[in-house]
Nanobody
Framework: QVQLVESGGGLVQAGGSLRLSCAAS????????MRWYRQALGKQRELVAA???????NYADSVKGRFTISRDNAKMTVHLQMNSLNPEDTAVYSC??????????????WGQGTQVTVSS
């Protein structure tokens, strides 16, 4: 059983910052890519940022220069530092990870999501 638990969401004023965290736990052999997605009300889910096990990162154009994804492999956690937030960043943010429960078996797992609301 693998669980991803997010924390750090909340309400912030435009221009402010938030830091999201996602901790993986359970019978984990290894973790490949870890990602943050978001889904705003009435919109499709979009990939915000991704990071490989080696630390290579990728960002959506809309957050480049404002968001930073990082991970701690020893603690099996991924973080999303969000700066210069604007109301368009309001969404439910979800953590996703490609987790191996053995050398040969990998699956994608999702956290429950955390609400980020940016007021103008």
């Amino acid at each position: 059983q693998v669980q991803l638990v997010e924390s750090g969401g909340g309400l912030v004023q435009a221009g402010g910052s938030l830091r999201l965290s996602c901790a993986a736990s359970g019978s984990i052999f290894s973790i490949n890519d870890m990602r943050w997605y978001r889904q705003a009300l009435g919109k499709q889910r979009e990939l915000v940022a991704a990071i490989t096990s080696g630390g290579i990162t990728n960002y959506a154009d809309s957050v480049k220069g404002r968001f930073t994804i990082s991970r701690d492999n020893a603690k099996m956690t991924v973080h999303l530092q969000m700066n210069s937030l604007n109301p368009e960043d309001t969404a439910v943010y979800s953590c996703n990870a490609h987790v191996g429960t053995s050398r040969w078996h990998f699956d994608n797992y999702w956290g429950q999501g955390t609400q980020v609301t940016v007021s103008s």
